[in-house]
């Protein structure tokens, strides 16, 4: 079947410091990955994305990228920000059915001034 | 140019009653998803709407909950004799198309919580 696991939360890390959130999946088919993010009281926005393997997803110092072998997304940032504590969501959607996403359980990411 | 909008934002039901949640997709947005989560888990599919058409429902339990989506008007995910385990948090996305390359977008989400 298809699905998404991602690391269990909370991780708590201080400002500055780098930042690596867990995501593999499996899949029927072939996936386009992405990672989404929910800020407090907010909804979820996209965060970046990749559609084919070694793409390389980046936005907002936040990449993640597309390992078909080990089918892996992995988010990194270099220099976490306090404004970065938000939960994190990875995503998968095939492309012959791209209207469903299936998504991890989400990892929440303190980030202490 | 208003988001996803999604009412209640928190809904308190006792067993047996029904809850409607409401979901006003992005303006120009005819495409409209329904996703829940439950606690401790990822978000899951449950239903894929266009005006006046459900074109995917593969993710709605079979009995008690429906979604509609009218000609006008929002988006209604309906709950029919709530029970404890439809406690979860109900999010709403749309988008313009159903295209590969679409990005669809998320509202805040409904908790609905059943005592």
């Known amino acids: 079947g298809n699905s998404v696991t991602q690391m269990e939360g909370p991780v708590t890390l201080s400002e500055e410091a780098f930042l690596t959130i867990n995501c593999t999946y499996t899949?029927?088919?072939?996936?386009?990955l992405f990672w989404y993010v929910q800020y407090p009281g907010e909804g979820l926005q996209l965060l970046l994305k990749?559609?084919?393997?070694?793409d390389k997803g980046s936005n907002k110092g936040f990449e993640a990228t597309y390992r078909k072998e080990t089918t892996s997304f992995h988010l990194e940032k270099g220099s976490v920000q306090v404004s970065d504590s938000a939960v994190y969501f990875c995503?998968?959607?095939?492309?012959?059915?791209?209207?469903?996403?299936?998504f991890g359980s989400g990892t929440k990411l303190n980030v202490k001034p | 140019n208003a988001g996803v909008m999604q009412n209640p934002r928190h809904l308190v039901r006792r067993r047996g009653q029904e809850a409607r949640l409401r979901c006003s997709p992005m303006?120009?947005?005819?495409?409209v998803y329904w996703y829940r989560q439950l606690p401790e888990e990822g978000l899951k599919f449950m239903v894929y709407?266009?005006?006046?058409?459900?074109?995917?429902e593969s993710g709605m339990p079979k009995e008690r909950f429906s979604a509609e989506f009218p000609k006008e008007g929002p988006s209604i995910l309906r709950i029919q004799q709530v029970v404890r385990g439809d406690s979860a948090a109900y999010f709403c996305?749309?988008?313009?198309?159903?295209?590969?390359?679409?990005?669809?977008?998320f509202g805040e989400g409904s908790w609905l919580t059943v005592v």
């Open positions: 996305a749309s988008s313009t198309d159903r295209s590969r390359g679409n990005t669809i977008y």
């Open positions: 303006k120009g947005h005819s495409h």
């Open positions: 899949a029927t088919g072939y996936p386009s």
């Open positions: 995503a998968l959607r095939l492309r012959y059915n791209f209207n469903k996403f299936y």
């Open positions: 990749a559609t084919k393997a070694d």
């Open positions: 709407l266009q005006k006046e058409n459900i074109i995917d």
